[in-house]
């Protein structure tokens, strides 16, 4: 599985290399949601999502600590819904209908989106976070949409909380 995530993340850093800085590209979460995102010199914008602390989470869906993560993340995104985004970019390979059965199924209430609908998201975030292979990965952007940290595996909420207070006076 982790080669099989790694060779896609490479796979697809060839399209990355297509998508200019600036240049925004509509991207539709599996609720329906249309993101406007764009590559900036330092990081990643969605216009929807300006001003807030950014979360990217590359996870697959029959990841256990991917998995685990929802309902921390499901309680970040509702206390903290006016200073931080979520989007996570599901690559384990399901379709639209499988990705929004998932969703339902798990409650998530954060943007979630399929790896056809990230085509160059997920290597570019990849790219700037250091991707190593290991899921879930988070990549971390502050308010004005400039990279801060990634971690690969799982993440405390307590240290999740402190990023989000750091990045967000």
């Known amino acids: 599985m982790k080669k ?22 509509a991207i539709k979460s599996v609720k329906g949601k249309v993101l406007h ?31 685990k993560a929802i309902d921390p993340y499901n309680a970040l995104q509702e206390k903290y819904k006016a200073k931080l985004a979520i989007v996570s970019i599901e690559v384990g390979g399901y379709n639209e209908e499988q990705l929004k059965n998932f969703d339902d199924l798990y409650g998530i209430d954060y943007i979630n989106i399929s790896q056809k609908e990230a085509d160059w998201l997920v290597p570019y975030v990849s790219q700037i976070g250091a991707y190593r292979g290991m899921i879930p990965f988070l990549a971390i952007f502050d308010k004005s949409g400039n990279f801060y940290k990634s971690f690969s595996g799982p993440v405390s909420k307590q240290e999740l909380e402190k990023i989000i207070g750091d990045l967000s006076k």
């Not at 099989?4 to 590209?25: D, Y």
């Not at 995102?37 to 989470?57: C, H, I, R």
């Open 4 to 25: 099989i995530l790694i060779l896609m993340v490479l796979a697809l850093s060839l399209v990355t290399l297509g998508h200019a800085a600036g240049e925004k590209t």
């Open 37 to 67: 995102a764009s590559k900036t010199d330092k990081g990643l914008l969605f216009d929807e999502l300006k001003g807030k602390v950014l979360f990217v989470e590359i996870y697959g869906h029959r990841c256990p600590y991917c998995i």
